[in-house]
T-cell receptor, first 113, second 114 residues
Framework: KAGVTQTPRYLIKTRGQQVTLSCSPISGHRSVSWYQQTPGQGLQFLFEYFSETQRNKGNFPGRFSGRQFSNSRSEMNVSTLELGDSALYLC????????????FGPGTRLTVT | GENVEQHPSTLSVQEGDSAVIKCTYSDSASNYFPWYKQELGKRPQLIIDIRSNVGEKKDQRIAVTLNKTAKHFSLHITETQPEDSAVYFCAASRESGATNKLIFGTGTLLAVQP
């Protein structure tokens, strides 16, 4: 079974621009979570989607948003990019309710200049 | 708020020795505790997890223990090998059918010296 995939793998953007990242979960997994990883803050939860609905949200500003499609693929969007948004963005998928093992994708390395 | 503390931040051991990483969580409702291993430039990989109805779980050279009263859980790696060198993250969450938000510790850089 193919693992979690994320595109693009690397991205360079300028302050003020917006960016959209994509995540395809493991086949059959319906829940997708997003995390931001930085050297200073570690791994921080952004949000989780299940059955196209946002089920939980972390403490990030409204510039960070996401969505999930009917095939469980998910996208996250960051608007008005700031230098501090430079990070590795990881998505993780899990099967569905009651089963908590989450499997991570390779991440998208976003650099904001 | 929810918080997971992890110690030590760095750990250097000789090949063949044991390594222990400890975590403390704040949310008493947490009942699922996974451990992830992240090699340089790679994705975090789930290596073992434990639920609150179990005190200990083993998988070959890796074991995890949980003390719910003290809100502590630990990762034990025996007979360490150079390929065990990586950053290890603990996490805690409330098991729920609807959502699973992982709160991560700050990570432990484990270096196994050959």
């Amino acid at each position: 079974k193919a693992g979690v995939t994320q595109t693009p793998r690397y991205l360079i953007k300028t302050r003020g621009q917006q960016v959209t990242l994509s995540c395809s979960p493991i086949s059959g997994h319906r829940s997708v979570s997003w995390y931001q990883q930085t050297p200073g803050q570690g791994l921080q939860f952004l949000f989780e989607y299940f059955s196209e609905t946002q089920r939980n949200k972390g403490n990030f500003p409204g510039r960070f948003s996401g969505r999930q499609f009917s095939n469980s693929r998910s996208e996250m969007n960051v608007s008005t990019l700031e230098l501090g948004d430079s990070a590795l963005y990881l998505c993780a998928s899990r099967f569905q309710g009651g089963i908590n093992e989450q499997y991570f994708g390779p991440g998208t390395r976003l650099t904001v200049t | 708020g929810e918080n997971v503390e992890q110690h030590p931040s760095t750990l250097s051991v000789q090949e063949g020795d044991s390594a222990v990483i400890k975590c403390t969580y704040s949310d008493s409702a947490s009942n699922y505790f996974p451990w992830y291993k992240q090699e340089l430039g790679k994705r975090p990989q789930l290596i073992i997890d434990i639920r609150s109805n179990v005190g200990e779980k083993k998988d070959q050279r890796i074991a995890v223990t949980l003390n719910k009263t003290a809100k502590h859980f630990s990762l034990h790696i025996t007979e360490t090998q150079p390929e065990d060198s990586a950053v290890y993250f603990c996490a805690a969450s409330r098991e729920s059918g609807a959502t699973n938000k992982l709160i991560f510790g700050t990570g432990t850089l484990l270096a196994v010296q050959p």
